[in-house]
């Protein structure tokens, strides 16, 4: 079955470095990876959507110059968290499908905790 | 304004009962909706995909159904194992560019 990888799984970084997470589709062509924010008890929030060869599509509320990304070929799409700042410890997933309204195949997230 | 409810209390049942989840949504007319399993610490994982045009969808021990003139779907599970415990997440689709509106989810707790 389809397979999206994201790296890193966790990270710890100190308040005012930007830290970078990968998600790659392993067996499939993405054209459109979203990218989510979860916190504890809540639901995931669409934060982006990343469009391959294209600037991506930001939610209303998520900072564009805070949360850069970037979706460089059909299996890898890339967030940047800007000079990070503690409230910006949070759960982050990607996910692509195969196609218009298939369903999302997601990574297995990465914990950010900046301190 | 567009809304998805989940059941909001952390659901407990015996090893080998029918489990049933509910998703209701108010101010919506979505083309399908979706249900994913998430598990603590990963992402969500696909189970099902119900149309509006289909009542009931089935999947080995899993089953969804969709009534749009209650704007509700159940989904069910069969038989229930102490695997099958994690948190349930039933979403719509928005109409546009493919997003997906989540609900809270649902934790499912299956005691031995």
């Known amino acids: 079955g389809a397979v999206v990888s994201q790296h890193p799984s966790w990270v710890i970084c100190k308040s005012g470095t930007s830290v970078k997470i990968e998600c790659r589709s392993l067996?499939?062509?993405?054209?459109?990876m979203f990218w989510y924010r979860q916190f504890p008890k809540q639901s995931l929030m669409l934060m982006a959507t990343s469009n391959e060869g294209s600037k991506a599509t930001y939610e209303q509320g998520v900072e564009k110059d805070k949360f850069l990304i970037n979706h460089a070929s059909l299996t890898l799409s890339t967030l940047t968290v800007t000079s990070a700042h503690p409230e910006d410890s949070s759960f982050y997933i990607c996910s692509a499908s195969e196609g218009a309204r298939s369903p999302l195949h997601f990574g297995n997230g990465t914990r950010l905790t900046v301190t | 304004s567009q809304k998805i409810e989940q059941n909001s209390e952390a659901l407990n049942i015996q090893e080998g009962k029918t489990a049933t989840l509910t998703c209701n949504y108010t101010?919506?007319?979505?083309?399908?909706l979706q249900w994913y399993r998430q598990d603590p610490g990963r992402g969500p994982v696909f189970l099902l995909l119900i149309r509006e045009n289909e009542k009931e969808k089935r999947k080995e021990r899993l089953k969804v159904t969709f009534d749009t003139t209650l704007k509700q779907s159940l989904f069910h599970i069969t038989a229930s194992q102490p695997a099958d415990s994690a948190t349930y997440l039933c979403?719509?689709?928005?109409?546009?560019?493919?997003?997906?509106?989540w609900g809270l989810g649902t934790s499912l707790a299956v005691n031995p």
């Open positions: 067996d499939f062509q993405a054209t459109t």
């Open positions: 101010n919506y007319s979505p083309a399908y």
């Open positions: 979403a719509l689709d928005a109409g546009n560019n493919r997003k997906l509106i």
